[in-house]
């Protein structure tokens, strides 16, 4: 089976804090993503990565970057928290594309209140 | 871009009815792929069911069908012999097939409800 696996179930952090959340993947895959999850938005994407040390923006970078300095790990980092960014934080990894099949693997997601 | 409408904000059904969920996409793209996630209030995102644009067979997972319609851009969920376990946020998602990695477009979720 697939596991992908977030650092925290649960964080809280001061304002201006910089907080780091951490997505493991154990499927060698080439792809990982980061969405945050708001209530009545959905789910929303933040970052993601198609190779170690390649990011591209996704359709919320804004406050947000990331960093992959190995395959199976992807670290989404708020330089400086603010409330707004108080959400659940939702990590998925994926094969890389051409490959049989693209579904995202999701991890169980790290709610972070910002206090 | 992108955008995918899930209209149904909330359903609730007996337990062994068949329900449908109904989402609505648009897009200019001609390749892609439509899933069908669940998250239980364990939060774990899991997928349900997948179809790629370009088949027109509708996708099947046991209790799970969809509906495809590439013309009118809609996608519905059918979920027969509904059972508690189904009890979840449903989310309908996008993903264009052009090459090289993409993520996923949402829409904002169904919650489905089944009654004993």
């Known amino acids: 089976d697939v596991k992908v696996t977030q650092s925290s179930r649960y964080l809280v952090k001061r304002t201006g804090e910089k907080v780091f959340l951490e997505c493991v993947q154990d499927?060698?895959?080439?792809?990982m993503f980061w969405y945050r999850q708001d209530p009545g938005l959905g789910l929303r994407l933040i970052y993601f990565?198609?190779?170690?040390?390649?990011?591209e923006k996704g359709d919320i970078p804004e406050g947000y970057s990331v960093s992959r300095e190995k395959k199976e790990r992807f670290s989404l980092i708020l330089e400086s928290a603010s409330t707004n960014q108080t959400s659940m934080y939702l990590c998925?990894?994926?094969?890389?594309?051409?490959?049989?099949?693209?579904?995202?693997?999701f991890g169980p997601g790290t709610r972070l209140t910002v206090l | 871009a992108q955008t995918v409408t899930q209209s149904q904000p909330e359903m609730s059904v007996q337990e062994a009815e068949t329900v449908t969920l109904s989402c609505t996409y648009d897009?200019?793209?001609?390749?892609?792929?439509l899933f069908w996630y669940k998250q239980p209030p364990s939060r774990q995102m899991i997928l349900v069911i997948r179809?790629?644009?370009?088949?027109?067979q509708n996708a099947t997972e046991n209790r799970f069908s969809v509906n495809f319609q590439k013309a009118a851009k809609s996608f519905s969920l059918k979920i027969s012999d509904s059972q508690l376990g189904d009890t979840a946020m449903y989310f309908c998602?996008?993903?264009?097939?052009?090459?090289?990695?993409?993520?996923?477009?949402f829409g904002k979720g169904t919650h489905l409800i089944i009654q004993p």
């Open positions: 998925a990894s994926s094969f890389e594309r051409g490959a049989s099949t693209d579904t995202q693997y």
């Open positions: 499927m060698d895959h080439e792809n």
């Open positions: 990565s198609y190779d170690v040390k390649m990011k």
């Open positions: 897009t200019s793209e001609s390749n892609y792929y």
């Open positions: 179809q790629e644009a370009y088949k027109q």
């Open positions: 998602a996008f993903m264009k097939r052009s090459g090289g990695a993409d993520g996923l477009t």
